[in-house]
C-alpha cells in the first residue's frame, strides 16, 4: 500500500497507522484494511487517479441521503484513493434478505424530478454518462446502450450480427419499454451479489455505487444477471413497492446494458449472452 497515501490519512485522522494489509475479492481497485493506534478500522481503496473514487464517494453519499439502506461511511477520498468505514461481515440469512428487498423498495421511493445524475461516473472501469433527461427511453439509449454500442465500435468489437441486431433494437426501443412507470428512483447502479455485503448485525450495506436516477427495474434485473437473489429478497420488495405485472419482460433489456460492458472489458466470453438478449426482442422473421 502506497506509503504517501498512508501518510496522508494519518495526518488527517490525527491517529498513527500501525497496520494495513491488502484484502483479495475487488477485481477493480486494490484493497485493504487500515488499523491506527487508537484501534480504529478503515477500508482503503486505491490503485485508480481518474475521479473513479471521487464518484464512488458521491454515490456513497447519496444513497445515505435516502436514509433508507446503510452504506459504509465515507471518511476521507482524493483523486487516487478512497477511505471508508471498516464494517466487520456478518452472515447472509432469510430475515437478512427480507430486510433488504424492504430496504431496497424505499431506497427505490427517494426520487428526482429527472433522469441521470449530477456527474458522469464509472460502471467498473468504464464511464457511465448520467446527462439529465426528462425521458427515460431517450435517457437509457443514449446513456447505456448507444454508449456501449459506440465503445466496441471503437474497438473495433463490432460484427455484422452484433450491429444488425443493435438496429432492431433501436427501431424497437419505444415499443420494449412501453410501460414503464415514469419515475427516476434513487438506484445503485450496478446492484449484483458482489455490491453488497450483510453486516454483524444481519442488515444489507451497499457497496461500490455506480448511482444515478433511473427506472427502479434497472436495479432489480441487474440483481439476476449472475444467478439472482433469492425469494425472500424480490417477495419483500414487491409487497413493499409492487412493480407492474409485465415487469419481467422489460429485464432483458436492462441486462444487455451490463452484459455489453462486460462484453467491452472482459471480450467475447460475454458476446453470445449479448446476441441472445437482443434476439429476444426481435421477432422471427425480421
Not at 494495513?20 to 475487488?26: D, E, P, V
Not at 480504529?40 to 436514509?67: P, R, S, V
Not at 415499443?175 to 448485525?201: C, Q, V
Request: glycine share 8%; hydrophobic share 35%.
Amino acid at each position: 500500500m502506497s506509503n504517501r497515501i498512508l501518510k496522508i490519512i494519518s495526518e488527517f485522522l490525527g491517529e498513527r497507522i500501525i497496520s494495513s494489509q491488502s484484502i483479495g475479492g475487488g477485481c477493480i481497485a486494490q484493497s485493504g484494511k487500515v488499523i491506527t493506534d487508537k484501534g480504529n478500522l478503515y477500508f482503503l481503496k486505491q490503485g485508480y487517479d481518474n475521479g473513479m473514487f471521487e464518484c464512488e464517494a458521491n454515490g456513497l453519499k447519496e444513497i445515505a441521503k435516502a436514509d433508507c439502506i446503510e452504506t459504509p461511511n465515507v471518511i476521507l477520498v482524493d483523486k487516487d484513493f478512497l477511505l471508508l468505514e471498516l464494517i466487520p461481515q456478518g452472515v447472509k440469512n432469510f430475515r437478512s434478505m427480507k430486510e433488504f428487498g424492504k430496504d431496497l423498495a424505499r431506497m427505490h421511493q427517494f426520487t428526482s424530478n429527472m433522469y441521470g445524475f449530477m456527474e458522469d461516473n464509472f460502471i467498473g472501469t468504464s464511464i457511465q454518462y448520467n446527462s439529465y433527461s426528462s425521458n427515460w427511453t431517450e435517457f437509457y439509449f443514449q446513456n447505456r446502450l448507444l454508449f456501449q454500442y459506440r465503445l466496441s465500435e471503437a474497438n473495433g468489437n463490432v460484427t455484422k450480427e452484433f450491429k444488425n441486431l443493435f438496429l432492431k433494437i433501436e427501431s424497437e426501443i419505444s415499443n420494449i419499454l412501453d410501460g414503464s412507470e415514469d419515475t427516476a428512483s434513487l438506484l445503485h447502479g450496478d446492484l449484483w451479489a458482489g455490491n453488497y455485503m450483510i453486516n454483524n448485525e444481519g442488515n444489507a450495506v451497499l457497496i461500490d455505487p455506480a448511482v444515478y436516477y433511473g427506472n427502479r427495474e434497472a436495479d432489480l434485473a441487474m440483481t439476476k444477471l449472475f444467478g439472482g437473489f433469492n425469494e425472500e429478497f424480490y417477495e419483500a420488495y414487491n409487497n413493499e413497492y409492487p412493480l407492474t405485472k409485465d415487469y419481467k419482460y422489460r429485464e432483458n433489456i436492462y441486462l444487455l446494458y451490463h452484459v455489453m460492458n462486460h462484453y467491452n472489458l472482459f471480450g467475447n466470453s460475454y458476446y453470445g449472452q449479448m446476441i441472445d438478449l437482443m434476439n429476444s426482442y426481435i421477432k422471427k422473421g425480421n
